[in-house]
């Protein structure tokens, strides 16, 4: 059960767009040997490429010099068979960039937040809603470990889908975001809730935007508060750029 939990987050916070199945059949492993490498493929996981081949994930890991959250890129050569690496391999350098936003110093007004927002990433579906009514605590980073928005508010409060899709995680299995849900919106879009105090929705769930998914709270945070990302194919952005204005 810890095996099945513990791939099913790795495969999520990867950029998955299926759901992780809770254990690998002898029917998924190869039929032959074990090749020496495997170049990663669109929407792959590490999680489903060990499955393939009948590996254990956390040993293609360790093998590749991959750490938590455990993100594979599309044209990487991951190998699965002898020595392991000393170092991660490289990402594709346009699969490495962040979506840019407008340059803005702490003395800019909010015309260069606009300027910014005027201008959203590529592949924006549109429709998306604030997840909460509190107001925003921390903004986006590009570094950390856990790069989102934190919003705050009261015990309780509601914490809303950002747009519809489907709960592909509910529960408390990643350290750091204490109760979490995280909604697959599509191929390419993840949306993460965290801290949570009390999770409405069960994984397989389909909800609307805008639907009460959980009660805001403090699991894995030392006050009430939301921690909010949005992931375009696994790899966290600024929601700023998505959300409407208020």
């Known amino acids: 059960m810890l095996a099945a939990l513990a791939g099913l987050v790795v495969a999520l916070i990867?950029?998955?767009?299926?759901?992780?199945?809770?254990?690998?059949?002898e029917a998924s492993r190869a039929s032959g040997p074990v090749p020496a490498t495997h170049t990663v493929q669109r929407e792959e996981t590490l999680y489903r490429i060990a499955q393939r081949y009948g590996l254990d994930w956390r040993?293609?890991?360790?093998?590749?010099?991959?750490?938590?959250?455990?993100?594979?890129?599309?044209?990487?050569?991951?190998r699965l068979r002898g020595a392991a690496r000393s170092s991660p391999p490289q990402a594709p350098r346009q699969q490495r960039q962040e979506p840019t936003t407008a340059s803005r110093s702490d003395n800019d007004s909010g015309s260069s937040r606009e300027a910014a927002r005027s201008d959203p990433p590529p592949d924006d579906p549109g429709g998306w809603r604030w997840p909460a009514d509190g107001d925003v605590l921390r903004g986006f980073s590009s570094s950390g470990t856990r790069r989102g928005l934190a919003i705050g508010g009261?015990?309780?409060?509601?914490?809303?889908?950002?747009?519809?899709?489907?709960?592909?995680?509910?529960?408390?299995?990643?350290?750091?975001?204490?109760?979490?849900?995280?909604?697959?919106?599509?191929?390419?879009?993840?949306s993460a809730y965290g801290h949570n105090d009390e999770l409405l929705v069960s994984e397989g769930d389909q909800v609307e935007a805008g639907e009460t998914i959980a009660r805001l709270g403090?699991?894995?945070a030392e006050r009430p508060m939301l921690h909010f990302e949005i992931r375009v194919d696994g790899?966290?952005?600024?929601?700023?750029?998505?959300?409407?204005?208020?």
Not at 59 to 78: F, H, K, T
Not at 235 to 246: F, G, H, I, K
Request: glycine share 14%; hydrophobic share 30%.
């Open 154 to 190: 009261e015990r309780g409060d509601e914490v809303r889908a950002t747009r519809s899709g489907e709960v592909v995680y509910a529960g408390g299995g990643l350290v750091g975001y204490g109760r979490l849900i995280i909604l697959k919106h599509d191929a390419r879009f993840l």
């Open 59 to 78: 040993e293609v890991a360790q093998r590749n010099a991959i750490s938590a959250p455990y993100i594979i890129y599309p044209g990487q050569e991951l």
């Open 14 to 25: 990867s950029g998955c767009a299926t759901r992780a199945p809770s254990g690998t059949s």
């Open 218 to 220: 403090s699991s894995g």
């Open 235 to 246: 790899t966290p952005v600024d929601p700023t750029r998505y959300l409407p204005d208020r």
